[in-house]
């Protein structure tokens, strides 16, 4: 068996399915029987343990039941899309601001990004004084077809399951490519916006600027 790690994704054997049940409590049974899948929350020496959905309760893992393992993403790279090869297109996700427990806090990290950024609603941009200063980055692939990227990088086309929530979190950010995230390309940074933002520099949902223009 390949050894497990924190954030891989285990499936559990159907004839044992069960008998697996049984461990879980009634929160966790009604999460698995739409998941049908736990990951691996905690490797500590021998010891592997899980949760079903992120915040029930934590399992210590019976390896009997696992039927096959898949690996989570350590990287963008690890991910099997043609494209997500190492390459020089750079992929910065907002940061999440505020308590890890929170949903979605990605969103108020958002609104001081797009407040300082349209200058609080003025035509005039204002720009972040460096890449770092709101975003992370999450990665760098290959493609630079900005509307590829942006389709491909929906949580449902590169997470494959939960594969993507341990590199998500270590990372401290979200998992969907929105409004505020920012793709690099050469010199050229796009910020991704409304589609329907009147701004001459914006083309087809994404604001353009030159990487000098940040100071």
Not at 14 to 32: A, G, I, M, N, T
Request: net charge negative.
């Amino acid at each position: 068996m390949e050894t497990l790690n924190t954030g891989d994704i285990v499936n559990i054997k159907p004839e044992l399915e069960s008998e697996f049940e049984s461990l879980l409590s009634e929160k966790d049974k009604r999460e698995y029987s739409v998941l049908k899948d736990i990951y691996i929350s905690r490797v500590y020496g021998n010891k592997k343990y899980f949760r079903v959905g992120f915040h029930g309760d934590e399992y210590l893992l019976n390896l009997q039941y696992i039927a096959n393992i898949e690996k989570a993403f350590k990287s963008l790279n690890d991910v099997p899309i043609e494209g997500f090869q190492r390459g020089k297109t750079e992929i910065w996700y907002l940061k999440s601001w505020g308590r890890s427990d929170e949903h979605h806090p990605w969103e108020r990290t958002n609104d001081f990004f797009m407040a300082d950024f349209f200058e609080n609603g003025k035509r005039n941009v204002v720009l972040p004084k460096s890449l770092s200063q709101y975003h992370v980055l999450i990665g760098k692939i290959k493609i630079t077809d900005l509307n590829q990227i942006f389709l491909l990088l929906q949580g449902d086309n590169w997470c494959m399951g939960r594969r993507c929530n341990n590199l998500i979190r270590k990372l401290n950010t979200h998992t969907s490519i929105s409004i505020g995230d920012i793709i690099v390309i050469g010199t050229k940074g796009y910020i991704a916006v409304d589609s329907d933002m009147n701004h001459p520099k914006v083309t087809d949902g994404f604001y353009e600027f030159d990487l000098t223009e940040m100071k």
